[in-house]
């Protein structure tokens, strides 16, 4: 019920209230519980040590901000790619814990002293840190647009360059119907955001 009051959005603004809401919640804590088995020794792979830290901060910035029901998003996210995995290594899944506290305090306490801690997960400064160099997205999300229009959107790497990207543009057999035969007269390049010829 905790979790889901603070799940149902923004704080000053109304909310409405219903029981398959709640339902929404419970099983929520319920996946949580059942990754509770997958916890062991193991290498933990890298996308999911990114995707950890990326919750920790976007996480940590929604607390300050009081914008609970998006931060229990991104746990639900985090919750899913933990589910994905065969086994979760301890520390992965402490600083998931700790996360989670805020939102579902008994089932993380108790998941806690499972671990085999004997102060309270609320005792002590454990909330978790976050590694600048792992919450930068390796892709993203390219839009690319002919005449302000947009006409795809590709996913490419992060640092592409704007002579890669009008390479991409050249090549791509979708977009030949919009360039025709014409020079580019204008390129627009946002990095990391989108790609604007004018022909």
Known sequence: ????????????????????????????????????????????????????????????????????????????????????????????????????????????EEMWVNLGHKDSIFVGNNWPSYDAKLIVEDKIELVIQINGKVRDKIMVSADITEQEAIRLVKRSEKLKKFLGESDFKKVIFVPGKLINIVV
């Open 1 to 108: 019920l905790k979790t889901y009051l603070l799940f149902l959005g923004p704080l000053a603004e109304d909310r409405s209230f219903t029981d398959s809401g709640v339902q929404g919640c419970k099983r929520w804590v319920e996946r949580i519980v059942k990754l509770e088995s997958k916890v062991g020794s193991v290498q933990d792979d890298e996308s999911v040590i990114k995707k950890l830290h990326q919750t920790i901060k976007s996480v940590g910035e929604d607390l300050e901000d009081l914008k609970y029901n998006t931060a229990i998003a991104k746990l639900m996210e985090l919750t899913n790619t933990l589910s994905s995995c065969e086994k979760i290594s301890k520390p992965i899944w402490e600083k998931f814990l700790v996360l989670i506290a805020p939102f579902a305090p008994a089932a993380a």
